[in-house]
């Protein structure tokens, strides 16, 4: 019932900076965390940025000491998208990146329900 689609992995260099988006569609009555996990090969997955949607205007974000200054999340509500702006990228950023969200859609309303996008691979090197 809904669907979480990533755009904007790549290949970076060191340094270099790239953006991802995820967009949520399907039958949403609300978004409530939006954010960014990460899993590097042979590591377990791990939460690289959050965003809590607050009121309409603003919205609370929490992020990975290992990526705080470098990363910056953000989200637009009317789109149901996050966005991961990745700054000053190092070497050891380079994983599959996942979009999550806490999705109310209209068969689970109030209640929220978790889902995941099919992750973009992200990898940082010269």
């Known amino acids: 019932q809904v669907q979480l689609v990533e755009s904007g992995g790549g290949l970076a260099q060191p340094g270099g900076s790239l953006r991802l988006s995820c967009a949520a569609s399907?039958?949403?009555?609300?978004?409530?965390?939006m954010g960014w996990y990460r899993q590097a090969p042979g590591k377990e997955r791990e939460s690289v940025a959050l965003?809590?949607?607050?009121?309409?205007?603003?919205?609370?974000?929490d992020y990975a000491d290992s990526v705080k200054g470098r990363f910056t999340i953000s989200r637009d509500n009317a789109k149901n998208t996050v966005y991961l702006q990745m700054n000053s990228l190092k070497a050891e950023d380079t994983a599959v990146y996942y979009c999550?969200?806490?999705?109310?859609?209209?068969?689970?309303?109030?209640?929220?329900?978790?889902?995941w996008g099919q992750g973009t691979l992200v990898t940082v090197s010269s």
């Open positions: 999550y969200a806490e999705v109310a859609h209209r068969g689970s309303w109030p209640t929220t329900e978790n889902y």
């Open positions: 399907g039958s949403i009555v609300s978004v409530r965390t």
């Open positions: 965003i809590i949607r607050g009121d309409a205007t603003n919205s609370a974000a």
